[in-house]
């Protein structure tokens, strides 16, 4: 059966995809966060996944208003990149994974999710830009992905214990699904951030760092907010935090921290990283 | 604020719920398709014939020309999808932010600094 390694969870801001472009990670804005990724890559380097299962939201590139799915799952054999209108360059598609991505569907919808199956799915900034930090370069990608988008765009949104469950039964399909694969699990987005209203450039440290804590021990605490309690105490855009919680709801096993960094600001947002280890994988054996 | 008729107690934050998705469904199918270049150029080129395309609202309409973000945001306007608008005009969600707040684009990035602190 297939090994879920661990799980990253990262933000994906888009001004990071133009700090990218221009060389900028080593300015003094930029340099603590991009410090926070090389550790990431050194642990991906020992882990050695094959495909990515990555819980994101999609920002109004793949889907719009006119059908706006509560959870979305990628069946695809590739993802492509586009532009989103900012005039970031566009990366280069991603393989998919069909046979996990149907192994996936199958079992959430005998789970009772009623998700919406894609085969084809434009990827944006939100999974886009963390590949770009976890495999620098431009190069073609070293691993497969399946997509889970979330809604977070349009209200009501799913909650925070949903997506925790969403995330277990993910996780439960990807460990009985027939393959040698050593899985990651990415989820992206948050941490607190507000980019409309009056208190645009909300942002809340105690929040996040708590959150960041109790992702580690004691994930279920954060499945007690409501979706509408994460807009109040993370910002309107803070509810990007379901995508961390579905993260960890699929990650099985005894789970160690390996790496965490937090910034504030990366543009409008509390920039987070949290890489967590299911100690209950093998290493690969050593070629 | 929002262009929703609930109260959602959360001072200062626009919850774009069913009613605002009603209401600004044309505005925001427009911001939508400035993800293309080609469209993007379109509305640059003829913004009164771009807008009657999309079939704006009075409202939508005037909040277009005034380049107001929080007008746009009473007319139904999704933030994600604004956020492609100001895109056309090399404005970053810091901008945004800024306008919004009354404050100036530096005042803002400090603020975002101390909130990190």
Known sequence: MATIVGTIMTSHVPAIGGAIAKGRQSDPYWKPFFDGYPPVRAWLDRVKPDVAVAFFQDHGLNFFLDKLPTFAVGAAPEY????????????????????LSWHIINTLVA?????????????????SLPLALLWPGGGDWPIRVVPITMNHVQHPLPSPKRSWKLGESVGRAVQSWDSDARVLVL??????????????GFINKPFDLMCMDALVNDPQKLTRYSALDLVREAGAQGT??????????????????????????????????????????????AA | MGAGKKDYGIPGTPIFDGDAAQKGYALNAMCYSFNSAENREAF??????????????????????NRNVQQLIAAGGNIYYLAKFAGIFGLDVQDVGAQQTGMTKEAFKAKLVEAGR
């Open chain 1, 80 to 99: 492509p990149n586009a532009d989103e209108g900012w005039g970031i360059p566009t990366l280069k598609p991603v393989k998919g994974d069909p046979a």
């Open chain 1, 240 to 285: 990007e935090l379901m995508a961390w919680i579905a993260a960890r709801g699929a990650t099985p096993g005894r789970v160690t921290k390996v790496h965490s960094n937090y910034h504030v600001p990366i543009s409008n947002t509390a920039a987070g990283l949290l890489v967590l280890q299911n100690e209950d994988a093998a290493l690969p054996k």
């Open chain 2, 44 to 65: 640059k080129r003829d913004e009164d014939a771009y807008c009657a395309k999309f079939g704006l609202s009075p409202e939508q309409r005037a909040a277009i020309a």
């Open chain 1, 111 to 127: 789970d009772e999710f009623d998700i919406t199956m894609c085969q084809q799915m434009q990827i944006d900034h939100a999974l």
């Open chain 1, 187 to 200: 989820g992206t987005g948050g941490l607190s951030h507000q980019l409309d209203g009056e208190r645009a």
